[in-house]
């Protein structure tokens, strides 16, 4: 990986590829996914800020116009592990949330919706930009903090996550007002900074691991399709904040699918942006097509 | 699958790490899950501990609140304000004295809630128990001070059953007569509206939640004269009083009140 490192590190993320396809293809999705995570927050914030009420509630739960109701599982799962029975609206909202990004795609909430992701990307951004290699985070722990949290909430009686959650304290703070509970994402901002690399969205979060197994038999995914077009200049592994789904997908033996199958793929699509030689596409899980 | 010797330690760190994180998060949660005197919860609210377990923490109850009395509760309340005021972070609350509950007829927060931490049984808002209001400070209240303030009595929703004036006399002028405002616990919802328009400046009627501000009676006590009390009912019949309906022999009664004596000459008809 260190050799993966230094072949990014004379050079920013891109450059190859805005010279070759155009700043707006170079940045196509990015673009595309911050204009979608402000969206989502402004279906929240028109309501308080300009009387349009679109979604009520936040991420752990909400009412869109009035007849949507959805529900973040992980939420729900620790409210259940209080052996509390929720009301029917709720047990609807997971499951819509469950129907669709198990459908969609899982982890799509981590780049497409979650507020945080912003914080994270840029904190990955400035420890590119800054080269600062320090530290690394425990492999599998958001793995092991699902069920750990989900037994302390059992034992406790009380939602033990949602007191420190970032996402949910993040969007709720942004929503409801209350700036120390934006103390949360500034934690997250020096955690991934300074601490360990994609260390709060690729290790810790037991939110979007959540999404990641619940994405499991998700169609939308990520293909090295024109793996052969591949100059190993090592951008994706740059900008990608789950580097470790690339390689079988873009270096599998022969006869390997050139799908990302790993769901702790974001599907954010950077990939894709930064590649100048554009092996990378979006494209459904069936499509085994190598060119 | 094998398991080799590099992943089992990876896998045990993570997971060393993951009990750390979540100990970590259970010990901010269990000493926050205290709240303040005067942070009262939504109507319907389960009792606190049951609360903090079904609470999502979507707002949708603040949201729904057309009077705009509930709030989330933010971490900056701990630092902006007395660190009293504070609750489980990002949990409903409202304080009486700041904006008190109007007991909306339709309870559109309970309606909103969708994990039932607002209990939906609850239909009839007068039977809500956001707390009780108590009359703290005798010492400062008007109407005990033989004034007619009565301010709490009148902006009571439940005026006459919540809050009602106790007549009684003044001992201080030895002439006057003292209403005093007095709370009954089956009626009050803890609205807060009595502790909103206390016209002092700190308020001399405050609602507490339940917990503070009721006493629980031993369960093995009865109350002889509550009519629901049946367990204490005396088991035994009511004793009859057989009072005799004739005279007996030997009675003395007719000789004192100066009639003949039974059996000596009969009484037939009437007096002597």
């Known amino acids: ?291 | 699958m094998s398991l080799t010797r590099r992943q089992l330690l990876q896998n045990a760190t993570s997971a060393c790490t993951a009990s750390l994180v979540t100990a970590g998060a259970s010990l901010v949660a269990l000493p926050s899950m205290s709240r303040a005197a005067q942070v009262l919860r939504p109507p319907g609210a389960l009792a606190e501990d049951e609360f903090l377990g079904a609470c999502l923490r979507c707002g949708l109850c603040v949201r729904d609140c057309p009077p705009k009395t509930l709030k989330l509760s933010d971490w900056g309340d701990v630092l902006t304000r007395d660190w009293a005021s504070s609750t489980a972070v990002g949990t409903p609350y409202f304080e009486a004295r700041d904006v008190p509950c109007e007991m909306c007829e339709d309870i559109p927060c309970v309606k909103a809630c969708p994990t039932a931490a607002l209990d939906h049984k609850l239909t009839d808002i007068a039977d809500a128990r956001m707390g009780l209001a108590v009359l703290v400070d005798e010492e400062s209240c008007l109407n005990f001070l033989g004034l007619r303030c009565d301010v709490c009595y009148r902006v009571c929703p439940l005026i006459d059953q919540a809050i009602t004036l106790e007549k009684s006399s003044n001992a201080r002028s030895d002439r006057h007569a003292m209403f005093l405002p007095t709370v009954h616990a089956d009626a009050c919802t803890g609205c807060g509206k009595c502790e909103k328009s206390c016209v002092l400046e700190q308020a001399a009627i405050k609602v507490l939640p339940m917990t503070l501000a009721k006493g629980e009676l031993g369960h093995h006590y009865r109350k002889g004269w509550d009519s629901r009390n049946t367990v204490s009912q005396p088991t035994f019949d009511t004793p009859t009083q057989r009072l005799p309906e004739h005279l007996q022999p030997g009675e003395l009664t007719p000789l004192r009140s100066g009639q003949l004596p039974y059996g000596a000459g009969a009484p037939t008809g009437g007096k002597p």
């Open chain 1, 1 to 291: 990986m260190s050799a993966v490192h230094s072949a990014s590190a004379h050079d920013w993320a891109g450059k190859a590829a805005v010279a070759e396809k155009g700043r707006w293809l170079a940045y196509r999705y990015l673009v595309l996914r911050r204009i979608s995570q402000v969206s989502i927050l402004l279906l929240f914030l028109s309501g308080p800020l300009f009387g349009v009420w679109i979604a009520k509630g936040n991420l752990s739960s909400s009412l869109t116009l009035g007849v949507l109701p959805l529900t973040d599982p992980f939420a729900l799962a620790q409210v259940l592990m209080t052996r509390h029975w929720p009301e029917l609206s709720a047990v609807i909202g997971v499951a819509v949330v469950l129907t669709f990004y198990a459908a969609v795609g899982g982890r799509i909430f981590c780049s497409w919706v979650c507020p945080v992701n912003m914080a994270t990307d840029t904190a990955s951004w400035l420890r590119r930009r800054l080269g600062i290699r320090t530290g690394r985070a425990p492999v599998h722990l958001r793995y092991w903090l699902i069920p750990c949290i989900l037994a302390a909430s059992a034992i406790t009686g009380v939602t033990v996550w949602e007191w420190v959650n970032p996402v949910s304290l993040t969007h709720r703070a942004l929503i409801f007002g209350g700036y120390l509970a934006l103390g949360a994402v500034a934690a997250v901002f020096v955690y991934d900074l300074l601490i360990a690399p994609h260390g709060w969205c690729g290790h810790l979060c037991p939110v979007g691991a959540t999404y990641a197994l619940i994405g499991k038999p998700s169609l939308l995914r990520v293909s090295a399709q024109n793996s052969s077009q591949c100059n190993d200049c090592a951008e994706c592994y740059a900008v990608c904040p789950e580097s470790h789904v690339i390689p079988i997908a873009l270096k599998g033996k022969e006869g390997a699918s050139p799908i990302i199958q790993n769901t702790d793929c974001t599907l954010c699509g950077r990939c894709i942006d930064v590649c100048a030689p554009e092996v990378f596409l979006y494209t459904h899980r069936f499509n085994h097509k190598r060119v």
